[in-house]
């Protein structure tokens, strides 16, 4: 597969899609005198994965991304590598980024479409998931993201608040502009007002008057309270969103301040992109045209997706409800999987990964669901202690015995999913069946 050859324009780094290739080519060099055939990819700036990324690709290597960068997680992943190469303040690398390191190739870039490139997510049995998916069902997911958005889009420059080491991140704030020619700016903008102060320079020193925002449920739900862009509306192109629903005031307020609708994406690492909507026209969704829904007897969504592995349908952990109109609404999640600020989690792998301490004999982690509208969802535990542990809490308070757990699970975790409370029981209630009381649990926290 021939990687279409762009005018691109990098503009945080303030060069072209040739240098940007000549990079990729000259890295790819150096990976293909290494005998490792699988690398595992972490680095937090987007550019410098973007030019190792696809020079792992030209070089005809496997790829694996992480979740995160935490310790724990590139440890777990190492196992399925030969080797690492990205953020060498994180593990060494035999392949170092390197911005003077270049060539004078105008070649365009050469993939095995049947590349593989390996993502860990949570799975539903408590450990970390891998989830392969080729090159080629990359590449055909942003075509059909072109091919249903791209007429609005306008030559805009993409922008983003989200990280590319999850799908989502990848395919809309790195591979689609890429490859379809748009403008880009790999920087993450994390503050409304580093986007905007860059959306004014741009337009100032550049001339650019078109901006496509990637970004995620959180980051509008904060935008809404005080929205520092309504002044540059005029500029948006699209607004897209996945990770999670956007609460419908946060989304009818977008509207209204942006006077443009933002684009929901749903899906999930294991299925791409299943459906869209925009809830100024409709609440339900719509599903994208090579994707085909059906339900099962317990209301599952299934799929048959070009983007899965599966040849055949694929049960999804959503239970959803079929329209006349051929979309579909969603009845919620059936599995122990939850998302908090988009990012997803398993509450059972985290109830796993306390139990490893010396302090827990037993555990039941839970998802506290928020009714107000600016305040997210929390997880909590409760815990079972071993006689250690009681030793420990009388000794340090309940305070510093929870800080210490947490401390624990930060070598697996990102802290947004680390439970922020702690209950401790001398035992968890079960019923006479044996079913755990989850509702007498929950109460604890009213």
Same mark, same amino acid.
């Given at each position: 597969m021939k990687w279409p050859i762009n005018n691109n324009f990098f503009y945080c780094e303030q060069q072209s899609f040739v240098i940007w290739q000549q990079q990729v080519i000259a890295h790819a060099e150096l990976f293909a005198e290494q005998p490792a055939q699988t690398w595992l990819l972490f680095d937090a700036d @987007?550019? &410098?994965?973007?030019?190792?990324?696809?020079?792992?690709?030209?070089a005809k290597k496997s790829v694996i991304l992480p979740q995160n960068g935490q310790p724990e997680q590139l440890a777990q992943c190492l196992e399925y590598a030969d080797e690492f190469t990205g953020d060498t303040d994180l593990l060494p690398t035999k392949v170092l980024f390197s911005h003077?390191?270049?060539?004078? @190739? *105008?070649?365009?870039?050469?993939?095995?479409e049947h590349s593989i490139i390996r993502f860990f997510t949570s799975g539903s049995t408590g450990a970390p998931k891998a989830i392969d998916k080729t090159f080629k069902?990359?590449?055909?997911?942003?075509?059909?993201l072109e091919a249903q958005f791209g007429a609005n889009l306008n030559s805009s *420059?993409?922008?983003?608040?989200?990280?590319?080491?999850?799908?989502?991140?990848?395919?809309?704030?790195?591979?689609w502009p890429l490859y379809s020619g748009y403008d880009v700016c790999l920087q993450s903008f994390e503050y409304p007002e580093h986007l905007l102060h860059f959306i004014d320079n741009s337009t100032a020193q550049a001339g650019k008057a078109g901006f496509t925002l990637i970004s995620s449920p959180a980051y509008y739900h904060r935008l809404v309270q005080d929205n520092?862009?309504?002044?540059?509306?005029?500029?948006?192109?699209?607004?897209?969103?996945s990770g999670g629903p956007l609460q419908a005031i946060a989304a009818k307020l977008l509207t209204e301040q942006l006077a443009m609708s933002p684009i929901e994406?749903?899906?999930?690492?294991?299925?791409?992109?299943?459906?869209?909507?925009?809830?100024?026209?409709?609440?339900?969704?719509?599903?994208?045209?090579?994707?085909?829904?059906? *339900?099962?007897?317990?209301?599952?969504l299934i799929i048959s997706s070009p983007y899965v592995v599966e040849a055949n349908w694929y049960r999804t952990d959503d239970r959803?409800?079929?329209?006349?109109?051929?979309?579909?609404?969603?009845?919620? &999640?059936?599995?122990?999987?939850?998302?908090?600020?988009?990012?997803?989690?398993?509450?059972?792998?985290?109830?796993? &990964?306390i139990i490893e301490h010396s302090w827990v004999d037993e555990c039941y982690v839970l998802l506290l669901e928020s009714q107000q509208q600016h305040k997210r969802n929390e997880i909590a535990a409760v815990l079972v202690l071993t006689p250690a542990g009681e030793i420990a809490v009388t000794e340090l308070g309940k305070f510093k015995f929870s800080q210490t757990l947490k401390s624990h699970l930060k070598a697996f975790f990102e802290p947004l999913v680390i439970p922020r409370?702690? &209950?401790?029981?001398?035992a968890l209630p079960y019923n006479r069946q044996g079913k755990l009381e989850k509702a007498q649990l929950e109460k604890m926290f009213d």
């Amino acid at each position: 597969m021939k990687w279409p050859i762009n005018n691109n324009f990098f503009y945080c780094e303030q060069q072209s899609f040739v240098i940007w290739q000549q990079q990729v080519i000259a890295h790819a060099e150096l990976f293909a005198e290494q005998p490792a055939q699988t690398w595992l990819l972490f680095d937090a700036d @987007s550019y &410098r994965f973007s030019v190792l990324f696809f020079a792992l690709l030209v070089a005809k290597k496997s790829v694996i991304l992480p979740q995160n960068g935490q310790p724990e997680q590139l440890a777990q992943c190492l196992e399925y590598a030969d080797e690492f190469t990205g953020d060498t303040d994180l593990l060494p690398t035999k392949v170092l980024f390197s911005h003077d390191l270049t060539c004078n @190739s *105008l070649q365009a870039l050469d993939i095995d479409e049947h590349s593989i490139i390996r993502f860990f997510t949570s799975g539903s049995t408590g450990a970390p998931k891998a989830i392969d998916k080729t090159f080629k069902q990359l590449v055909q997911e942003i075509q059909v993201l072109e091919a249903q958005f791209g007429a609005n889009l306008n030559s805009s *420059l993409f922008v983003a608040t989200v990280s590319h080491q999850h799908i989502y991140g990848l395919l809309f704030k790195l591979l689609w502009p890429l490859y379809s020619g748009y403008d880009v700016c790999l920087q993450s903008f994390e503050y409304p007002e580093h986007l905007l102060h860059f959306i004014d320079n741009s337009t100032a020193q550049a001339g650019k008057a078109g901006f496509t925002l990637i970004s995620s449920p959180a980051y509008y739900h904060r935008l809404v309270q005080d929205n520092v862009l309504a002044p540059v509306k005029n500029k948006f192109r699209g607004c897209f969103s996945s990770g999670g629903p956007l609460q419908a005031i946060a989304a009818k307020l977008l509207t209204e301040q942006l006077a443009m609708s933002p684009i929901e994406v749903l899906g999930s690492t294991e299925t791409g992109g299943i459906a869209w909507r925009q809830q100024s026209h409709s609440s339900s969704w719509q599903a994208f045209k090579p994707i085909k829904i059906k *339900l099962d007897d317990t209301q599952h969504l299934i799929i048959s997706s070009p983007y899965v592995v599966e040849a055949n349908w694929y049960r999804t952990d959503d239970r959803a409800q079929l329209l006349e109109s051929g979309q579909f609404t969603l009845l919620g &999640r059936a599995d122990r999987i939850v998302k908090i600020e988009e990012k997803r989690c398993s509450l059972d792998e985290i109830s796993q &990964r306390i139990i490893e301490h010396s302090w827990v004999d037993e555990c039941y982690v839970l998802l506290l669901e928020s009714q107000q509208q600016h305040k997210r969802n929390e997880i909590a535990a409760v815990l079972v202690l071993t006689p250690a542990g009681e030793i420990a809490v009388t000794e340090l308070g309940k305070f510093k015995f929870s800080q210490t757990l947490k401390s624990h699970l930060k070598a697996f975790f990102e802290p947004l999913v680390i439970p922020r409370k702690f &209950r401790y029981l001398p035992a968890l209630p079960y019923n006479r069946q044996g079913k755990l009381e989850k509702a007498q649990l929950e109460k604890m926290f009213d």
